[in-house]
């Protein structure tokens, strides 16, 4: 449609100028990315529109309304004029997904905008708020009302004026003094954080093409690096992870019934619990632009958490500076901290968040139910209690959801939104919202020990400390999950989070700790192997990062350089020792499959149980939270692209080796799906009964 009314325009002489817009105040989202998973090369269909827009003889205007992202973007990089709204955001995401903006986007913008904001666009996908791309020079105009008539002013106004210094393609790339160096260390960067991710490396190649061949020669090098990504397996992983994060907002109660909106217009929020978790919470509210009360038992307390979450909130005010939005943090309707519980009767969504004591979350819920109005939506922060167990201590079991906010809470995505026995679809629903509201990535599980995250997490620390028992190094299981894509290892990471957390849970749990009994055995609890290795390393002071020792060694208490500590090797040498344990060579290959098909076999369990609605909803809550490799899918579309009989397989092979880790041992739902020939992942859950589905 737009090369043939390109094509009319150009042919009738009535036609003096062109304005391109799009439908519903929105330019273009790009193109559809279902459309890549087809062998069909997009890009190289829309390139050479974009070429025939650039070469019109007539003035071309981009009116930019809503979002110009990718392909988009790049019909706009081809217009002579770009006009937006001061609301429209605008980017070049293709990177996101796995690719590059093949329509010869890596060669227009960086002749545009220059090369450093060029690629730092490019190789990020972030998007960008009119104001900013008018500063970078992206858009020649923004207006706050109609768009599309200051567009039809723009052009009538060029009229007749020459075409040539606004065709991007003849434009040469601005100059760096230091081009070479500038290049080398952006390079260098790309790499460092890509972690084996293809598409920013081969964004930074294209654009790079740009700065040293003509143009045309540059757009050929665009299309061959398009080609490898498309074929890569990296950008079906990524298209996957994106439509599953919209996946995720659609979910059914047993008793099927979806609801998807409730429109709040002002609900008062309490967040309760001023500690780490609540001041991200509350930060994120206000950030969310919801007006939010914050309480704490007592007045020190108090102080010190507003502190830190002024603290916070003037740090984001500041990266939010020059963009559309402003932080209203300073006025006491909007945010105000009290230690006075008698606010609890006015609001309309209450987020508790304080440590994790099952007997003090009871307590607390209990004067909950008591003081809040009716209506009253009451939230426990929680990584792993029972929430049927915290809503049997109020009288309005149907209003009590947890919501799993991931460390820190202003930064992280993932929400989980743990629905209990008696928890009501508007409950889940409004949770839901109110995720959206914050930005975040809300998927909606059922109450389990652990939850879907933790709960598949356990199997890969325990996998992982098992290994270092058997003969492997922290630095060493580390590293195999590092390369794999994971930003940090499992040690590196309960070093990060505090080993005395899981220390405190595991005492509770009567697995360590004075309440265990007598005479148990140092490697056995409850007949399944147990290691007391992360116990003996508490018991010692070692905690982490906050004692400057854990799994690793720190410069200091506090300290975030983790070394290798020989201190650790020799320990590991002496347990070993004395218990008997003959130390062996552990290939890459066994840490790797131990600790990921654990994970995956866990995540198989959940499915089957109906804690989660789907695989995708396991791997959002992984892309999401824990940091598994985007370019990777999460764990379940991994787990098919590995091909669920060779997980199975090798599942089998550790489990006869560890007959007492009943973690090892393959889950009945994957033996299922192997045995009706490896179904494809959005087969999966029509293999399951639905007679009791939780979700
Ligand atoms: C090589 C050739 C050059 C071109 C390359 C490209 O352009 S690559 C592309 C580069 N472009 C991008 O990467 C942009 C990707 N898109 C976005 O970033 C966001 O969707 C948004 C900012 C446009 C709107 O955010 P929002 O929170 O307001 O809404 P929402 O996110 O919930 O989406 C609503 C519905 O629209 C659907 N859908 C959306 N976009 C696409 C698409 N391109 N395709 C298909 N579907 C798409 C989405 O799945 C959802 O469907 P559902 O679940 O209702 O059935």
């Given at each position: 449609?737009l090369?043939?009314?390109?094509?009319?325009?150009?042919?009738?002489?009535?036609?003096?100028?062109v304005?391109?817009?799009?439908?519903?105040?929105?330019?273009s989202?790009?193109?559809?990315i279902?459309?890549?998973s087809?062998?069909?090369?997009?890009?190289?269909?829309l390139?050479?529109?974009?070429?025939?827009?650039?070469?019109?003889e007539k003035?071309v205007?981009?009116?930019?309304e809503?979002?110009a992202?990718g392909?988009?973007?790049?019909v706009?990089?081809?217009c002579?004029?770009?006009?937006?709204?001061?609301?429209?955001r605008?980017?070049?995401?293709?990177v996101t997904?796995?690719?590059?903006?093949?329509?010869e986007?890596?060669?227009?913008?960086p002749?545009?905008?220059?090369?450093?904001?060029?690629?730092?666009?490019?190789?990020?996908?972030k998007?960008?708020p009119?104001?900013?791309a008018?500063?970078?020079g992206?858009?020649d105009?923004?207006v706050?009302?109609?768009?599309?008539?200051?567009?039809?002013?723009?052009?009538?106004?060029?009229?007749?004026?020459?075409?040539?210094?606004?065709?991007?393609s003849?434009k040469?790339?601005p100059k760096?003094?230091n081009?070479?160096?500038?290049?080398q260390e952006?390079?260098?960067k790309?790499?460092?954080?890509?972690?084996?991710?293809?598409a920013?490396?081969?964004c930074?190649?294209?654009?790079q093409?740009?700065?040293?061949?003509?143009?045309?020669?540059g757009?050929?090098?665009?299309?061959?690096?398009?080609?490898?990504?498309?074929?890569?397996?990296?950008?079906?992983?990524?298209?996957?992870?994106?439509f599953?994060?919209?996946a995720?907002?659609?979910?059914?109660?047993p008793?099927?019934?979806?609801l998807?909106?409730?429109?709040?217009?002002?609900?008062?929020?309490?967040?309760?619990g001023?500690?780490?978790?609540?001041?991200?919470i509350?930060?994120?509210?206000?950030?969310?632009?919801?007006?939010?009360?914050?309480l704490?038992?007592?007045?020190?307390?108090?102080?010190?958490?507003?502190?830190?979450v002024?603290?916070?909130?003037e740090?984001?005010?500041?990266?939010?500076?020059?963009?559309?939005?402003?932080l209203?943090?300073?006025?006491?309707?909007?945010?105000?901290?009290?230690?006075?519980?008698?606010?609890?009767h006015?609001?309309?969504?209450?987020?508790?968040?304080?440590?994790?004591?099952?007997?003090?979350?009871k307590?607390?819920?209990?004067?909950?139910?008591?003081?809040?109005?009716p209506?009253a939506l009451?939230?426990?922060?929680?990584?792993?209690?029972?929430?049927?167990?915290i809503?049997?201590?109020?009288?309005r079991?149907?209003?009590?959801?947890?919501?799993?906010?991931f460390?820190?809470?202003?930064?992280?995505?993932?929400?989980?939104?743990?629905?209990?026995?008696?928890t009501?679809?508007s409950?889940?629903?409004t949770?839901?919202?109110?995720?959206?509201?914050?930005?975040?990535?809300?998927?909606?599980v059922?109450?389990?020990?652990?939850?879907?995250?933790?709960?598949?997490?356990?199997?890969?620390?325990?996998?992982?400390?098992?290994?270092?028992?058997e003969?492997s190094?922290?630095?060493?299981?580390?590293?195999?999950?590092?390369?794999?894509?994971?930003k940090?290892?499992?040690?590196r990471?309960?070093?990060?989070?505090?080993?005395?957390v899981?220390w405190?849970?595991?005492?509770?749990?009567g697995l360590?700790?004075?309440?265990?009994?007598?005479?148990?055995?140092?490697?056995?609890?409850?007949?399944?192997?147990?290691?007391p290795?992360?116990?003996?390393?508490c018991?010692?002071g070692?905690?982490?990062?906050?004692?400057?020792?854990?799994?690793y060694?720190?410069?200091r208490?506090?300290?975030?350089?983790?070394t290798?500590?020989?201190w650790?090797?020799?320990?590991?040498?002496?347990?070993?020792d004395?218990?008997?344990?003959?130390?062996?060579?552990i290939?890459?290959?066994e840490?790797?499959?131990?600790?990921?098909?654990?994970?995956?076999?866990?995540?198989?369990a959940i499915?089957?149980?109906?804690?989660a609605?789907?695989p995708?909803h396991?791997?959002?809550?992984?892309?999401?939270?824990?940091?598994?490799?985007k370019?990777r899918?999460?764990?379940m579309?991994y787990?098919?692209?590995?091909?669920?009989?060779?997980v199975?397989?090798?599942?089998?092979?550790?489990s006869?080796?560890?007959?007492?880790?009943p973690k090892?041992r393959p889950?009945?739902?994957?033996?299922?799906?192997?045995?009706?020939?490896?179904a494809?992942?959005?087969?999966?859950?029509?293999y399951?009964s639905?007679?009791?589905?939780?979700l």
């Open positions: 449609a090369e043939d009314g390109l094509k009319k325009a150009d042919a009738d002489p009535s036609v003096k100028a304005m391109i817009c799009g439908e519903n105040g929105k330019f989202a790009g193109a559809d279902r459309g890549f087809s062998p069909k090369t997009l890009g190289v269909a390139g050479p529109i974009v070429s025939l827009i650039e070469s019109s003035p205007v981009a009116a930019i809503g979002v992202l392909g988009g973007l790049e706009a990089l081809g002579h004029y770009r006009v937006a709204h001061a609301k429209a605008m980017g070049l995401p293709e997904i796995g690719l590059l903006p093949g329509a986007g890596t060669q227009r913008l002749r545009l905008i220059g090369v450093p904001a060029a690629l730092d666009m490019i190789t990020t996908g998007h960008i009119a104001t900013e008018l500063k970078l992206l858009v105009e923004i706050e009302e109609n768009t599309i008539e200051a567009a039809i002013r723009l052009a009538n106004k060029v009229i007749g004026q020459p075409l040539g210094p606004r065709r991007l003849l040469p790339v760096l003094p081009m070479e160096a500038f290049l952006a390079q260098v790309v790499k460092r954080q890509a972690r084996g991710f293809l920013p490396e081969l930074f190649q294209a654009v093409a740009a700065t040293q061949r003509p143009f045309a020669e757009v050929r090098r665009e299309r061959e690096l398009f080609q490898v990504l498309l074929s890569s397996g990296q950008a079906q992983a990524l298209q996957y992870a994106f599953a994060e919209r995720v907002h659609r979910w059914a109660t008793g099927g019934i979806n998807l909106f409730i429109i709040f217009d002002s609900i008062l929020l309490l967040s309760l001023l500690g780490t978790m609540g001041q991200g509350v930060t994120s509210l206000v950030k969310a632009n919801i007006p939010v009360v914050a704490e038992q007592n007045l020190e307390y108090l102080n010190k958490g507003r502190k830190a002024m603290v916070l909130l740090r984001e005010a500041k990266k939010m500076e020059g963009g559309a939005q402003k209203d943090f300073h006025n006491p309707a909007r945010l105000q901290f009290t230690v006075d519980f008698n606010l609890l006015d609001v309309d969504l209450v987020i508790e968040a304080v440590f994790e004591n099952m007997a003090l979350k307590e607390i819920f209990h004067k909950l139910s008591n003081i809040c109005k209506g009451l939230c426990t922060n929680t990584s792993a209690l029972d929430i049927d167990e809503a049997s201590a109020t009288s079991p149907q209003q009590v959801i947890g919501t799993h906010f460390s820190p809470a202003h930064v992280m995505r993932l929400l989980e939104i743990i629905y209990g026995r008696h009501s679809p409950a889940i629903a949770a839901m919202q109110l995720a959206k509201d914050m930005k975040k990535v809300g998927v909606v059922g109450n389990c020990f652990g939850f879907v995250g933790n709960r598949m997490m356990f199997p890969y620390v325990e996998q992982a400390v098992f290994l270092l028992e003969g190094r922290p630095e060493a299981v580390d590293q195999v999950l590092e390369d794999f894509g994971f940090i290892g499992p040690f990471m309960s070093d990060l989070a505090g080993l005395d899981g405190r849970s595991r005492k509770g749990q360590t700790g004075p309440s265990l009994p007598a005479g148990s055995s140092a490697r056995q609890r409850r007949g399944q192997r147990y290691s290795l992360p116990d003996l390393l018991e010692r070692r905690f982490g990062q906050k004692t400057g020792k854990g799994w060694q720190y410069e208490a506090g300290g975030r350089t983790a290798p500590d020989p650790i090797h020799g320990f590991l040498s002496q347990y070993r004395t218990h008997r344990i003959e130390t062996r060579y290939d890459q290959e840490i790797l499959e131990r600790c990921l098909f654990s994970l995956i076999n866990e995540g198989f499915l089957a149980e109906g804690i609605s789907g995708e396991l791997d959002v809550i992984y892309l999401n939270g824990y940091g598994w490799p370019h899918g999460g764990p579309f787990a098919s692209t590995v091909g669920l009989p060779r199975l397989a090798k599942l089998q092979k550790y006869e080796a560890h007959p007492d880790v090892l889950s009945a739902f994957l033996k299922k799906l192997v045995a009706v020939g490896n494809p992942l959005k087969e999966w859950m029509s399951l639905r007679q009791s589905p939780k």
